[in-house]
Structure formats: C-alpha cells, structure tokens
C-alpha cells in the first residue's frame, strides 16, 4: 500500500463527498486506501459513506472523540508507506497524491510534507509556518505580522513567502499533512490530550526533534474551504483554539509559558470584545452587534482556555 487517507468528519456530508470524489484522480497511479472516521455526526455523513463509497473503510464513533483521538483511529489501522491527514473540506486535484508520495521518495530525510493550499477563489491559504512561539504570537495579536517592514515581522506565518518554491518549515498544516511510516514508528501518534486544536503542531515539533525535516513542496495542490467542521462551534471554536494553544506551551515550555499565553490570548480577546462592544453601540448594524456577542462570550468562558489534564 502506497498511502493510507486518513479523514476525519464531524457534520460535513457535502463537502466529504466532494472530497471523496476527488481523490478518484490519483486512484489509479498509487495503491491507495481510504479511512473515514466519522465523529458521531447527526447528518447522515457516515451513512453516505457506506452507501456510496463502500470499498473506504468506515469507523463509525458513538461519541464525537475529538480530532486527535479520531485521527489516531485511522493511523492504528493504516497500512500504507505514507500516511495522509486530509480534512473532509477538501478537494485534491490532479495528481497531488502520485507528486506528493514521489516527492516524499525522493527526500528520505523529510518527515512531513505540505502542498500548496488554495482557498475557495483560487487564492493561496499561508500554510505552513514555523512554531507559535510567545514571540510569533504577539506579533500576530498585536497585528505587527501585517506590516511588511521590516520583513522579519511576517516571520511567524512566513508571509512573505508566495509559497511557489520548497522550503523548510516548523508548522504543517493538518489539512494536508502526509508522514511516513517510520516517523509513526519512532515518534507516535498524535497526543490525545489535544482534542481538535494544535496537535498536529505537537506532532510537527515531536517531529523535527527526532531529527526529521519537514517541508512544503508545490508539487501539486488541493482546495481547502476551512472551518467545514469547527464553524459550527460559534464562540467554543475560539475557547478552544485557545486551549490549545495554551496546552502546547505548557507542554513544550511549561506551567509558566503557558500561563503567559493565556494571559496574552486573554487580553487580545479582551481588547476585541471591547472594540466591537464600543463599535456596536456606534453602528447598531447587526454585524458588528453579532462580532461584539461573539468576542464577550468568549471572554466570559475564557477559563475553559485553560488546559484540565
């Protein structure tokens, strides 16, 4: 088996199948097999899969286990060379897969790659990064990664980088990250503890501390429509890219590292709910109405930022 397609679907019937349909490209020029892991969706998600697509190897959840633990699912069973982490929101095109497992051939040094990523209208998401330090994350609080002088401010989303040539990074994004077996073997799973935000973050610098390298490569493209899943959450979503964030710091640099991320996560939220609250009593148009709601709610359960366990 060339590849093992791991995805994981939580309420996105559509975009799955869409996503499912796509890979039919690469099907024929690599032995490929597909594993859906559907999180307990209330849509019919997984029973499209089975009636449409019956060859894919349906895990069926009675409890939505989060990405992680989900993902994790799949890679137990996976039986391919390279394992690929493909969100449901996603289309392959062309021979992305066949380019993608070539180019891991080819650089046995690299760990993990990333291809290009472009958004619904063609533009091209900013995926791949390095590490969201404390530094990389004021910056981008702050809005200083929007400035482009000097350039060493754009560092932590690497945005001044078009993302038409290979290069090294530290972050890849879960959207599409394909690993190779032997980096299953020597530095595991993804940690559990994540439950849908920063473990592929985890996985990427537990990674990169083994020795492997990870790159970008545009040795083809995919579609991401993002949020396919997590636009469901309203306010949670941002409660719970925090936790993760914080989470990660803490596991990497420790209880005061962390601490200090919330802190800055907590006051960028702040300073948000604080705007937009100002804004709404100006405008009274319900979008800014409907921005101010968001960033209070995530204000007043900011304490569910904090990692348990």
Known sequence: MDISIVIV?????????SCLKSLSDSQQQLRIETIVIDNA????????????????????????????????????IAKGRYSLLLNSDTLCHGDVLASSVAYMDAHPNVGMMGCKVLNE??????????????????????????????????????????????????????????VR???????????????????????????????????FAPVGSITHYGSGSSQQ???????????????????HSGAVAGTFVWLLLLAFNLSRSIYW?????????????QRANHFRQVVSHFSDAWPIG
Not at 9 to 17: A, F, G, I, V, Y
Not at 46 to 71: C, H, Q, S, W, Y
Not at 233 to 251: A, C, P, Q
Request: hydrophobic content about 35%; proline content about 2%; aromatic content about 8%.
């Open 121 to 178: 209208d063609g533009t091209t998401q900013m995926t791949g990064s390095r590490f969201p330090s404390f530094l990389n994350l004021a910056l981008q609080t702050l809005g200083l990664n929007r400035l482009k002088h000097p350039r060493w401010l754009q560092r932590y989303q690497m945005l001044d980088w078009d993302r038409n040539d290979e290069r090294e990074v530290e972050v890849i994004s879960g959207c599409y990250l394909l």
């Open 181 to 215: 077996k032997e980096v299953l073997n020597s530095v595991g799973l993804l940690d559990e503890s994540f439950f849908l935000y920063g473990e592929e973050t985890d996985w990427c610098r537990r990674c990169s501390e083994a020795g492997w390298q990870l790159r």
């Open 277 to 289: 609250s100002s804004r709404s009593i100006v405008t009274r148009d319900s979008a800014t109405t």
């Open 41 to 76: 969706s209330d849509d019919g998600s997984a029973d499209m899969v089975a009636a449409e697509f019956p060859r894919i190897n349906l895990i069926r959840n009675t409890d939505n286990k989060g990405f992680g633990t989900a993902t994790n699912q799949g890679l137990r």
């Open 9 to 17: 679907s939580w309420n996105t019937r559509e975009m799955l199948r």
């Open 233 to 251: 959450l309203n306010y949670r979503r941002d409660i719970m890219l925090s936790e993760g964030t914080v989470r990660l710091h803490r596991k």
